[in-house]
C-alpha cells in the first residue's frame, strides 16, 4: 500500500493560529452585539411599560412587562431565564427614579410640591483675655449656641419643549426660625441667655434650562447640559441691626431683628450631568459651577441707629460636585443613596469709596450624604422622600424633604 505523507508541522501551526486570532475576532464581536442588544431590549421594555401606563387605569403595580419580540429573544437566548430581574430595571419606578437623579426629556409638562425642614446646632466660644503659664486663661469666656431651623416649601414647573430641551421654574417660600442661647457672660457661668428670632417670606426665584447633549449608549453615558439664573425675589440679608438682649440682662448677648431668605444678589450657575444604566444600577454624577455678581446696597452696618453704611458685596463664587447609585426595587418603589459636596470662596465686601476687603471665615466647604426613597403613588404622581446628613461644619446636621411630581 502507498504510503500516506505526513503533514508540514510548521503549516499545521500556522493553520492553528489563523483559527484561534478568528475565534477570538468573533468572540469580540458576539460580545458587542450582545452589548448593544441589550440596550435595544431596555429601550423596548421601557416603551413597552409606558404604553401599558398609559391605556391602564391606577391599580397596585401586578402588571408586568409584556415578552419582547421574538426577533429580540433570538438575539440573547442566554438572558432568558435573566428576564424577571429586568423586569424591575424597566419597570415604573426606575423612570420615577431617573427623572429624579437626572434630567429626561418627554416633552410634557410637570408640576412638583415640596417640603423641605434643614436643623443647625452649632456652639461657639469666645474668648476675650489672654493665657498665662499656657494653662491658665484670663478674661471672660462665653459659650455661645445657635440652634437654627429652615422650613423650605417649593413649587417646581417643568416643561419639556422639544426631545431635548427642557425648561424650570423654581419658587421657593422660606420660614426661619433661630435661637441663640449665650452662657458665661459678665464673668458668671450660671448666667444663661436666650431668644429667638423668625421670619417668612418669598425665596430667590430661579428659571432653569436643560439640554440633552447625548444619549445613552453601549460607548457613552447619557449626558446632559444645564444653565439656570437665579433672581434676588428673597429678603436680603444685608443691613439687618443686631439688638442686644431684649431682657437687658445679658449685654454679651446679641441676635439679629430679622432673617435672610435669600441671597441679595443675581446668580447665573452651569453645569453637567451624566447617567449610565449598569445592570442592576443606575449610576449619576454631577458638576455645576454657580458665579454670584457683586450687588450694591444701601446699607451694609448692623449697628441700630447708626448712620447707614453702602457698599458693595461680591458673594463667593460655588463649585459642586456630586456622585451616586440608584437602584429599583420593584414595579413603584426605588432608592437611591448619593454623596454631594460644595465649595464656597470667600465673600468681598467694598465699602462706598474705600477699598476691597475679604471677609475673613467667610468660606465654607458644604458636604452631605443623601439617601433617598421614590414610590409611585399612582400613574401620574409619585412621592419621593429624601434624608440628608451633614459631613461638615459648614453643613446642616440633617434635612428631610418630601416631593409630589405629578406629570400630566
Known sequence: AAEVPAENPRKLASVTESDSDKIARMMREIDQLKNVNQQVMRQI?????ELINTVASDKPAAVSVP?????????????????????AEASRSVTDLEREVHVTFNQTFSLELGFEYAH?????????????????????????????DI??????????????????????????????RSRGAQLGSKLVTEST????????????????????TVSHPDVVLSMSVTAPTGKDPYGIDAITDPDGDNTNLQIPDDLPTGSGVWSLSGGV??????????????????HYFAEDFSDLGVRPGAPDQPGEVKLGDSIQLGLGIAFAINERTSYSMSFTQRFFDHVEIKPKGGRTNELVGSDASVGTFDVGVTYGLTRNLSLVTNLGLGLTNDSSDYKFSLRFPYRF
Do not use: C
Not at 498665662?132 to 478674661?139: E, K, S, T
Not at 417670606?201 to 436643560?210: E, K, V
Open 67 to 87: 415578552a419582547p419580540p421574538m426577533e429580540a429573544q433570538a438575539a440573547r437566548p442566554e438572558q432568558a431565564e435573566k428576564e424577571p430581574q429586568r423586569t
Open 120 to 148: 443647625f446646632d452649632q456652639s461657639q466660644l469666645a474668648l476675650n483675655g489672654f493665657l498665662a503659664l499656657d494653662a491658665i486663661f484670663l478674661g471672660d469666656i462665653s459659650v455661645d449656641e445657635v440652634e437654627a
Open 151 to 180: 422650613y423650605r416649601t417649593t413649587l417646581v414647573g417643568r416643561w419639556g419643549v422639544t426631545d431635548r430641551i427642557q425648561l424650570n421654574l423654581d419658587i421657593p417660600y422660606i420660614y426661619r426660625e433661630t435661637k441663640v
Open 197 to 216: 428670632v423668625d421670619s417668612n417670606d418669598l425665596g430667590d426665584i430661579s428659571l432653569g434650562l436643560s439640554y440633552h447633549l447625548f444619549p445613552e
Open 273 to 290: 450631568s451624566l447617567l449610565r444604566t449598569t445592570d442592576p444600577a443606575i449610576l449619576f454624577s454631577n458638576l455645576s459651577y454657580t
Open 45 to 49: 421594555q421601557k416603551l413597552e411599560h
